[in-house]
């Protein structure tokens, strides 16, 4: 497991995003999750999603040359919790 936190700073607003990659080798996959935090108003969850969409495709473009036949699969919010609709938990 690889774990790494980074920080940004937008329109005033400081954002933590923690980012996780698992390598699964008896499945051959690679599990990626990302969470993110912010005291601003916004939606969070898309710094998320485009955190962990931008690490599969940067570990798609380093394989590729191995096996153009991997896929990028079940990007998806998990969790969510604040703003205007409150709690959200994925089934």
Sequence with gaps: MVSWWSSKKRKGVNTMIR????????????????????????????????????????IYDMCKAIDRGMRITDIRLVKKDGGKSGLFVAE
């Design 19 to 58: 980012k996780i990659v698992q390598i699964d080798e008896e499945k051959s996959a690679i599990h990626i999750e990302a969470s993110a935090s912010t005291i601003g108003k916004t939606g969070i969850e898309m710094e998320s999603l485009n955190a962990v969409a931008i690490a599969a495709l940067t």
